[in-house]
């Protein structure tokens, strides 16, 4: 069995996702609509740091699409379930207890019914939504990866390019133009479907050299599906009194355009220059922290609310600076939790 090797921007993409991750829930009060000046760098902070999700299933194509190389599928599942499905599940029922005990929401905590409901459909813990797309990943790699590697590229591409245009472009164009001919949403490439498109996404721009010209057309891209993200949301919730969602979600046009442009960006950067002193100080340190920091973070979160009775929710200080500050204080605390090696292993590995 070969050792598996992490490249270096992998592991600043990873460190920078988990960052923003903690950023984008710190920073909620976006999700209070206000023509207060609060929500407007709340929008901003939201746009600019929404590409975290999909980076990090662009991380996962990127680094165990080609896991044949190193072990068996039997063994594939094993990594799978004991590094995300078994912390998933510790954590969710951590959560059923939390409920419980705090008695602060109308959650279902005592019937096996109500708590299983509250852990597949992750009621308890909203954000843990991302896991379940996670799972559904890991399920569809064994199969993806059994196209040869040697016609992986073309293949992929093929799967992007195709799902790009019919499940993402024309859906766009279609809902910022209503007026025009309605989308058919029977026409899809459904082997590109949702967050499997970012992890093939992950793997092209982890294997293919992409010429100059191509790089900047996708930073041009990418600049612009910023752009629109930031001002088109600004505009239209403005307009409308609410927040508009127009040009959000994670698998529309703006957010795939950003997404693929920060990967790309950061790896480019990775192979070309010298790692800053912010690489060798920070990354090394907090690389192998972040899966338990997105598992546990949320709790201090809570638990800052609870004491502060909500006084800082719409505070600058607290949006951004408190999630800065809470993403490294969670790190060194999964740190210590993770010197015990049952610890390691199952809660945050």
Not at 128 to 153: C, D, H, Q, T
Request: charge should be positive; proline fraction near 3%; hydrophobic fraction near 45%.
């Amino acid at each position: 069995m070969l050792k598996e090797e992490r490249k270096e921007y992998i592991d600043i993409l990873n460190v920078i996702s988990c960052l923003a991750v903690v950023l984008l829930h710190t920073n909620n009060a976006f999700w209070r609509f206000s023509y207060d000046s609060y929500w407007i760098s709340a929008n901003f902070i939201e746009c600019i740091f929404y590409f975290a999700v999909p980076v990090f299933y662009m991380i996962t194509g990127a680094t165990i699409m080609n896991y044949r190389e190193k072990y068996s599928t039997k063994i594939f599942f094993k990594k799978r379930c004991s590094k995300t499905v078994i912390p998933f599940v510790i954590w969710s029922v951590f959560a059923v207890i939390y409920f419980r005990v705090t008695q602060k929401n109308d959650f279902d905590t005592s019937s096996v019914r109500g708590i299983i409901d509250g852990i597949v459909n992750t009621k308890y813990v909203s954000i843990y939504w991302f896991f379940v797309g996670l799972f559904a990943v890991y399920l569809s790699i064994p199969v993806l990866s059994l196209i040869p590697k040697e016609n992986r590229n073309r293949c992929y591409l093929y799967i992007v390019i195709t799902a790009f245009v019919l499940n993402y472009a024309i859906p766009f164009v279609a809902s910022v133009f209503p007026k025009g001919i309605p989308y058919n949403s029977s026409l899809k490439m459904f082997f590109g479907d949702q967050y499997i498109f970012y992890t093939l996404c992950g793997w092209l721009i982890d294997n293919i050299e992409i010429k100059k010209k191509y790089r900047y057309g996708i930073y041009a891209f990418g600049l612009m599906g910023l752009l629109i993200h930031i001002f088109g949301t600004w505009y239209l919730s403005y307009r409308d009194g609410m927040i508009n969602g127009l040009f959000k979600g994670y698998m529309n046009v703006p957010c795939i355009l950003y997404s693929m442009a920060i990967f790309l960006l950061i790896k480019m950067f990775f192979q070309s220059a010298t790692p800053p002193v912010l690489y060798k100080k920070v990354v090394p340190f907090y690389k192998n922290t972040t899966y338990g920091i997105y598992l546990i973070h949320w709790y201090f979160i809570d638990a800052f609310f609870e004491l502060t009775k909500w006084k800082y929710y719409e505070t600058f200080l607290y949006r951004f600076v408190g999630g800065v500050v809470l993403f490294f204080g969670t790190g060194l605390f999964v740190k210590i939790l993770q010197k015990n090696k049952i610890c390691k292993k199952y809660i945050v590995p």
